[in-house]
């Protein structure tokens, strides 16, 4: 099982980026996928989270109006648009995939870093 998020990197206030996490060895469409980041010093939260189909997506209060989630099941891939950075945005970022009956993977995290 592989999990793999990308597109992190140096952005100013204000500016966007766009993470996306490839996925192999699970049946992906069986799977809600969930985005967590963790700030230096703080403890991991969730971010954002769509369900299997893609039809249900659910936002942390912090992530409201500004971050998108997505999901595409025939390319077993998710994303998270990601707009109107603050600098407290800052942080690793992690996909994750949770089934039903409880079993979740986690895959290795990409930087974000908003800063001026």
């Known amino acids: 099982v592989q999990l793999q998020a990308s597109g992190g990197g140096l952005v100013q206030p204000g500016g966007s980026l766009t993470l996306s996490c490839a996925t192999s060895g699970f049946i992906f469409d069986d799977y809600a996928i969930a985005w967590f980041r963790q700030a230096p010093g703080k403890e991991r939260e969730g971010v954002a989270c769509?369900?299997?189909?893609?039809?249900?997506?659910y936002y942390a209060d912090t992530a409201k109006g500004r971050f998108t989630v997505s999901r595409n099941n025939p390319k077993n891939t998710a994303a998270l648009q990601m707009d109107s950075l603050k600098p407290e945005d800052t942080g690793v970022y992690y996909c994750n995939s949770v089934a039903s009956w409880g079993t979740t993977y986690w895959g290795q995290g990409t930087q974000v870093t908003v800063s001026s």
């Open positions: 769509v369900g299997s189909s893609g039809e249900r997506k």
